[in-house]
C-alpha cells in the first residue's frame, strides 16, 4: 500500500528563518515526488518534483525540496521564510511506471510564519 | 492560459438530497480527476479519467457517486442521495497526459456543506 506521512500537523516560523516541513513516504518502487501547497479557500498549487538526478530540487517562490532514498523523505525547505509563505503544505507521491498518474497525499501541515 | 474552473463554490443541502458539481479543465489536457478533501486530511482521488473513459475508479463510492465526461472536456461530479460524511470540499483536477511525472492542476474546489 502507498502511504505518505507528514509528521508535523503544524510548523511555526519566524519570518527571516530558514524552514523546513517534513515528508516520508511508504511507496513501491521509485515514486516520483511532489509538493503542493494550498491557500485559504483555495486549490493546491504546484511548487516542485523530484523525477531523477540531482537530490536537491528548486521549485517555485524559493521553495526547494531534498529527496533522500535511504531515509525515503523529501523534505520541503526554504532559506529564509516569509509572512505570505503562511498556508497548507502537502506532500504527494506517484508511482513510477503507473500509466494512471494517481497521486497519494499526505495529511498536510500547516505552516505558520510570524512576523 | 486559463486554470481549472469548478462550480459552485459553495453548497448547502440536508441530508438525503442529491447534488451536482461542475469541473472545466485546462484547455488540452486529457485527463481530469475528481478528489474529496475532508477537513483535516490530504485530498483523496474518487475518479480519473482519460478523455471520456474511466480510468480509475476504484474509491468512488458508486452507491451514491457518480461522475461522467461526456465529450472529453467538461465533467460533472454528483452525489445522490448525500450523507453527513460527504460534507468535505470537491476538488477538480486536471493534467496534460495523465502520465505520474506530470504535475496536476487544480481547481479552488466546492466546499460541500450537508445538514
Known amino acids: 500500500a502507498q502511504s505518505v506521512a507528514q509528521p508535523e500537523d503544524q510548523v511555526n516560523v519566524a519570518e527571516g528563518n530558514p524552514l523546513t516541513v517534513k515528508c516520508t513516504y511508504s511507496v513501491s518502487g521509485n515514486p516520483y515526488l511532489f509538493w503542493y501547497v494550498q491557500y485559504p479557500n483555495r486549490g493546491l498549487q504546484f511548487l516542485l518534483k523530484?523525477?531523477?538526478?540531482?537530490?536537491l530540487v528548486k521549485g517555485s517562490y524559493g521553495f526547494e525540496a531534498e529527496f533522500n532514498k535511504s531515509q525515503t523523505s523529501f523534505h520541503l525547505k526554504k532559506p529564509s521564510a516569509l509572512v505570505s509563505d503562511s498556508a497548507l503544505y502537502f506532500c504527494a507521491v506517484s508511482p513510477r511506471g503507473s500509466t494512471l498518474g494517481r497521486l497519494y497525499f499526505g495529511r498536510g501541515t500547516q505552516l505558520t510564519v510570524w512576523p | 492560459e486559463a486554470g481549472v474552473a469548478q462550480s459552485p463554490r459553495y453548497k448547502i443541502i440536508e441530508k438525503r438530497q442529491s447534488v451536482a458539481f461542475w469541473c472545466n479543465p485546462i484547455?488540452?489536457?486529457?485527463?481530469l480527476y475528481w478528489y474529496q478533501q475532508i477537513l483535516g486530511q490530504g485530498p483523496k482521488l474518487l475518479i480519473q479519467?482519460?478523455?471520456?473513459?474511466?480510468?480509475?475508479d476504484s474509491q468512488l463510492p458508486k452507491d451514491r457517486f457518480s461522475a461522467e465526461r461526456l465529450k472529453g472536456v467538461d465533467s460533472t461530479l454528483k452525489i445522490q442521495p448525500a450523507k453527513l460524511e460527504d460534507s468535505a470540499v470537491y476538488l477538480c483536477a486536471s493534467s496534460l497526459e495523465g502520465l505520474s511525472n506530470q504535475p496536476q492542476h487544480f481547481g479552488d474546489g466546492t466546499r460541500l456543506s450537508i445538514l
Open positions: 479519467f482519460q478523455n471520456n473513459g474511466v480510468v480509475d
Open positions: 484547455s488540452g489536457h486529457a485527463t
Open positions: 523530484y523525477i531523477t538526478g540531482d537530490n
